[in-house]
């Protein structure tokens, strides 16, 4: 694997660096706060990652996503999912032609840079399946033909944490697909404030804000972030927190009887690199256990599983995964 020297700054980083400011700035034009979801979103999309964001509506979830888009000068597609959706909807169908006799492949939405998955828990099984294989694969099969979706491709699913009435939940085999699952909260009074000042601007609805960067500019950045350096006691930390999910004992950790099921191994693969994204975006050309303990809670928190037990006492997956990222050793 290349590295670099951990104190030296080539001039691409210092350009990939820029280049990530210029979006989180340009995003934050058009969204007022969620400095932390705008970190995650381009983190996910530079590390070949998905997200499953959980919130209430009205929390600028669509329009972030959006904003980046429009940042990257990127296709996106927003697509609402109900109890109705089918598998064709997502990925496309064949039509037939009559004029002769011929079958004609007509993409779906999926076959866009930027997905939008509203309320995936919203729509049965095989749709979710459907979808989820083109996040994994990044191809579909129409009939006979097998095509590759647009590079870069980057799924951000949202769910209601509130209404689970008539929804499909997804397995959990199916969540441990996604790099991270991101919880966001309501804004504070200052930054809704500034909300109102934004939306009372005449130029808010209108103005149509040039892109600020390429997707060449993702691609390069991607490859960036594989000379990220990572020390191997970094590593060792990494598969540590892993494993203190399984084999809390092993750690000192009294929280056998707490967790059902603890993170896979593509936990690990995702918080390394989501560390080196991380790193990237402090401007550091190497990662630090500050940066995996930075995003360790959304990378963790869908893939550790409390038991009944746990429940009883109040705790919740962010309460356990707290509890390991103080309880393993830190190098």
């Known amino acids: 694997m290349s590295t670099v020297n951990p104190h030296a700054r080539s001039k691409e980083f210092d350009r990939a660096f820029e280049t990530i400011a210029r979006i989180k700035y340009a995003i934050g034009e058009t969204v007022v706060g969620q400095d932390e ?25 669509t329009l972030s996503i959006k904003a980046l888009a429009e940042a990257i000068d990127a296709r996106f597609q927003r697509i609402q999912f109900t109890p109705d959706l089918l598998p064709a909807d997502l990925i496309g169908t064949e039509v037939f032609k009559p004029q002769d006799g011929t079958f004609e492949v007509r993409k779906g939405p999926v076959f866009a840079n930027l997905i939008l998955a509203d309320e995936i828990n919203r729509a049965p099984a095989k749709v979710q399946s459907a979808l989820l294989e083109t996040m994994q694969e990044k191809q579909v099969t129409i009939g006979e033909k097998t ?19 008539g929804t499909y939940p997804l397995p959990e085999a199916q969540i441990d697909r996604f790099i991270m699952k991101v919880r966001v909260d309501y804004p504070s009074p200052e930054i809704e404030r500034q909300m109102l000042d934004l939306v009372t601007q005449e130029s808010f609805q209108t103005d149509v804000r040039p892109p600020v960067a390429t997707l060449e500019d993702i691609l390069q950045i991607k490859k960036l972030l594989h000379t990220i350096y990572v020390d191997q006691r970094i590593r060792n930390y990494i598969v540590d927190l892993a494993w203190a999910t399984r084999t809390p004992a092993n750690y000192g950790l009294k929280m056998d009887r707490l967790i059902e099921l603890g993170a896979s191994p593509r936990a690990s693969i995702a918080l390394f690199l989501m560390a080196r994204a991380e790193a990237l975006f402090s401007g550091m050309t190497y990662v630090t256990p500050q940066n995996v303990k930075d995003v360790a809670m959304d990378v963790l928190r869908h893939r550790v ?14 309460a356990l995964v707290s509890m390991i990222l103080e309880g393993v050793q830190v190098p």
Do not use: C, W
């Not at 599983?305 to 962010?318: F, I, K, R």
């Open 37 to 61: 979801l705008r970190s995650r979103l381009i983190g996910a999309l530079i590390t070949d990652g998905h997200i499953l964001l959980e919130g209430v509506p009205g929390l600028a979830k």
């Open 147 to 165: 095509l590759r979706v647009p590079t870069p491709f980057f799924v951000m699913a949202t769910q209601n944490p509130i209404e689970q009435e």
């Open 305 to 318: 599983m409390p038991t009944y037990e746990a429940e009883a006492q109040g705790l919740n997956s962010d």
